[in-house]
């Protein structure tokens, strides 16, 4: 777990609401302006800028100004810890449920000596 | 995305803190009462009830009280939209470095025509 932990939390904070969501939607179709992530929300460009501050910190995203004009563009791989995470969590359940299995065929199989040990 | 964005906010917020991560990661290895959840985490039992009632929330997990215990185990299959909105970020991801390169490969066909037909 400790591998993937550190960063997770500010990750699922990030894409714990749907604009931010849908500007990482966008951005994984190519690289945007401040306004062409704006646009779509209908939100005003200050509360974009804060989603987008938040996805920054959660390093989802990066963002750099050439003159005038905001570029954002998604961090590559950034999402790995989660997939990570998940994958993780997969495996324990499925682990666990393969023990399960096993110990009921066990419980099966004694059933089935038990009753031809019947007389 | 439509068909997973319905529940994500409350998933991914749930999510987002490593108490609550912690509690799931342990139920992943089978139920257990609130005390047991509790115990490893060091806090009290009303903040641990706070935290399981975000994980019932958000569908998570749920719970079943017997006498005097309260039993959790994990939802099935809970944390699958997460894993499809995931998935879906990274083929549109890939579908657009695919046409990236597509692009460039143009490019550089293009550019070995215009040297073969200069003199």
């Known amino acids: 777990m400790a591998k993937y932990d550190a960063d997770l939390s500010p990750i699922f904070q990030a894409l714990a609401d749907p604009t931010r969501r849908a500007m990482l939607e966008r951005l994984a179709t190519g690289p945007a302006t401040v306004s062409a992530l ?46 990570g995470w998940l994958d993780e969590q997969r495996a324990v359940w499925t682990d666990r449920l393969d023990r399960l299995d096993a110990y009921v065929m066990t419980l099966m199989e004694e059933g089935a000596n038990d009753r031809r040990d019947d007389p």
């Open 38 to 83: 704006a646009a779509p929300t209908g939100l005003r460009l200050p509360t974009v800028l804060r989603h987008l501050s938040v996805l920054e910190e959660a390093g989802l995203v990066r963002s750099a100004k050439d003159g005038r004009v905001r570029s954002c563009a998604l961090v590559p791989d950034a999402l790995e810890p989660v997939r």
